[in-house]
């Protein structure tokens, strides 16, 4: 009795090129998919890390005294001076905030203005204003806090 003799057995070269090409494709999405999600991950720590600073020093300025040096229109501007972000300690310089940066260095800055008597006569418009830099441009965020003398 002679034995059974069945077709060679194994994976021809096409066969395995093929398999190899569609794990690369897996592979390069997979590899795609994780960069874009550490991209995603940065940006929303720089951006958590600039909010968190700008929340800060807004509470740190809800908590003073209505009348304190640190609340004060330094320039006079009211209103419009509530989005400044320039700052060169002089208080004579348009488009400067009334204070900041803090810190003067660095990919993060925090500055605030403050407008007397906005919205209404006997209270304060505080906006606060947090800079960081993501790839090399510069992104922001605003709070604003308006208190009365009465706070």
Do not use: C, H
Request: aromatic share 8%; no cysteine.
């Amino acid at each position: 009795m002679t034995g059974y003799r069945g077709k060679n057995q194994g994976f021809s070269l096409v066969e395995v090129l093929v398999a190899l090409a569609i794990f690369l494709i897996g592979v390069l999405a997979v590899a795609t998919l994780q960069l874009t999600s550490i991209s995603a991950n940065t940006k929303a720590n720089l951006m958590t890390s600039g909010t968190n600073l700008t929340k800060s020093k807004l509470e740190e300025l809800m908590a003073l005294n209505f009348g304190n040096a640190d609340l004060q229109d330094l320039d006079g501007d009211g209103a419009a001076g509530l989005g400044d972000i320039g700052f060169d300690d002089k208080t004579d310089t348009l488009g400067d905030a009334d204070y900041g940066p803090i810190p003067d260095t660095g990919s993060q800055r925090v500055y605030w203005n403050v407008a007397q008597n906005v919205p209404a006569s006997g209270m304060l418009t505080i906006r606060v204003i947090g800079r960081w830099q993501e790839k090399g441009q510069w992104k922001e965020t605003r709070l604003d806090f308006v208190r009365s003398s009465s706070y």
